[in-house]
């Protein structure tokens, strides 16, 4: 019988996760993987700064997504799994130039407690009054698709939206909240809705489950990471998939055969395009203008982190909990600093502090793709400093890494795109699309497309 020869377009996590997950699905299979650049992992970028991990990219996983910790156990990275350091959970928002403690008691942006939300300084009393009424209104649910700025206004006004759920929930995706597709996001929130109508009273019973589930000590910690950095999850997969491996190997051409489809000139039965949507489009463009003008469709937001590290001595006071988030609308490209050593242990040491920033919204795009580093970078600690008189002036190291048109835009409509996307698909038989781009951004939801096509190609 003929043993099925499979190209992967792309060697960030979706890329590694499939080739893993074909190896175990198609023993017999030929798998190769072409990565343009030198580094496996895409996004997932991990470096070292004065003894110091740092993330460029992701920095955690969030556990209740099990896809990647389980990959992660199963490649023999138990002892590396880092749960986050929830005693430090709080994080504060920016709004106005000041920060303000994000109202405790609020599952995601979704109060549990009275008192919180009339007690911050975070919501003027119209917004405080718009949030408490949340269990007496009828909300209408709309049959299709919503932004996340409408859902969020119709349940709990436009200051929740602007000071809670847009940094919470936007801040994940790096979009406008005003385009963003509750269905592909939160799909979770709105059956909530669905089915309590109110999102407090539907949250409250949730919240009693995992309250339960808690004091019979089973609450695992919010986020988890890798001790040495979140590269050890592809770098471990590129231990075991070196001969499948290309790197510095840019696919620049791929063209549909009779039988199969050639890539860069080599045959193959199957195509696996694990690749952000406007590279695959690129590709496809020969073979089917329709979709590659699909694909073309999806927008992005760039984002950019920048890692600095500075004396410990020198930071006075150290600040406490994981860090803040900008309000809406953002005002300037910084749009939130993690505490990096108080959201996991171990990241820092005894003599250094390290945070790390994240730079973006709506005029980010030109200064990320273009801008100096020394104006991004000085930009950033301005802001910060503004904000934070407690930073220094001069870190010891830093690290910027911009990620141009990097995050995927969930925008409304999301989930009819991707139906459109797997009609076309279907219609080139070995031909596969997966990755952040589709149908889930985090790392965990790209292991679980790879693991689910790889179930879809698994002979019965
Ligand atoms: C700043 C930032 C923070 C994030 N934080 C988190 C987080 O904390 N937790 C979380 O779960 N997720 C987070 N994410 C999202 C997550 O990191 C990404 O969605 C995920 O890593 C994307 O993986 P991927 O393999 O689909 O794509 P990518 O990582 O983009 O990989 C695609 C690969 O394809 C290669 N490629 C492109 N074109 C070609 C070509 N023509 N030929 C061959 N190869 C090609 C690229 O070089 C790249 O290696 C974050 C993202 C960013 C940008």
New binding site residues.
Partial sequence: MHSPSIAI???????LAAAWELKKALPDAAITL????G?FG???VTRTLEGCRVEG??????TEKPWAIDLCRELGLESELLPSNDAQRSFSILHRGRLHPFPAGCKLFIPQKITPILTTSLLSPAGKARMLMEPFMHHRMPEGDESLAEFTRRHFGQEALDRLAGPLLGGIYGGDPEDMSMAATFPRLRELERKHGSLVKGMAGMMRQANAKARQGKAPALFTSLRSGMQALPDALTDRLKPHLRPD????ELRKTETGWLVNGEAFDRVIA???AR?AAR?IREVDPELEALLSRQSTSS?A?LSLIFPKEQVNPLPTGFGFMAAHPLTSLLVGCTWTGNKFEGRDTPEHFVCRA?LGGPDAKDLIANGADEDLIAGALTALRHVCPFIPETPIAHWLQR?PN??PGYALGHLDWLSDLHKKEAGHPGLHFI??SYDG????D?VRQAKELAGKLRPS
């Fill in positions: 377009l792309g060697g960030g996590i979706t890329g072409f990565e343009a650049s580094h895409g996004k997932i990219g992701p920095d955690s996983l969030l190997t840019p696919v620049t694990a690749l952000p590279a590709l984002s982190t994240f990620w990097g995050n990755g952040s951004i985090s790392v965990s790209c």
